[in-house]
């Protein structure tokens, strides 16, 4: 009670998770299960009916995902699990992808979200929010950081995917520079450009209510 009234935590807004099926997932995972399951790409807003092997359960940023053997596809993939509509798990086996590396793939992308081949990433915080960034533990595991003359914070990395490298630098706005890759770059304009485009157009009251 003492601690309760001590401590508090607010977690970041997460999707629903249904237990009894995270606890089937978790089992499958364990015993080398094959699932079948209905799935829902939010991408394409569309249902898909998937044959998988779970190999691992993940926490990212307060959501549980998937990595499984995807048949479909023929390769590993990351599956939202509170986007799995329903699930069956089967009574046949299976073994361990040849040559697959958990701890490799799991590197491979920032965050969530990843490609195939390798990029480097070279990023430059500016004086004022290198302060910050010094007390935060790696943003990935292949970075490295170099303290500037000038007080700037050189951070740089190798991700397979440039998606989520895009979301975090832009929550820094002007106080992160990309120096590398110019494919990351010229997203990020086109991005403050769809984004002023938008300001710039402000609608009436009228359409607000809309």
Request: glycine residues 6%.
């Amino acid at each position: 009670s003492a601690l309760g009234e001590a401590h508090s935590f607010e977690a970041a807004a997460t999707t629903e998770l249904d237990p009894d099926l995270f606890s089937k997932l978790g089992r499958a995972a364990i015993e080398r299960r094959r699932i079948e399951m209905s799935y829902f790409t939010a991408g394409r807003g569309e249902l898909t009916q998937r044959k998988a092997d779970p190999l691992h359960l993940r926490n990212n940023m307060g959501e549980w995902y998937l990595v499984a053997w995807d048949h479909l596809r023929g390769e590993p993939r990351d599956f939202l699990v509170s986007r799995i509509r329903e699930l069956t798990v089967t009574e046949e086996h299976f073994d361990w992808p040849k040559g697959f590396d958990l701890d490799e793939y799991l590197n491979q992308g920032f965050g969530m979200i990843r490609g195939s081949d390798p990029i480097n990433v070279e990023i430059i915080f500016d004086e004022y929010q290198s302060r910050w960034m010094r007390e935060r533990s790696k943003f990935h595991p292949t970075e490295t950081r170099e303290e500037l003359p000038d007080g700037r914070l050189r951070v740089q990395m190798q991700v397979t995917a440039l998606d989520g490298v895009k979301r975090f630098v832009m929550q820094y706005g002007s106080h992160v520079t990309v120096i590398e890759p110019e494919e990351l770059r010229q997203a990020i304009r086109e991005e403050i450009e769809t984004m002023q485009t938008t300001y710039n157009n402000r609608p009436t009251v009228s359409e607000e209510q809309k």
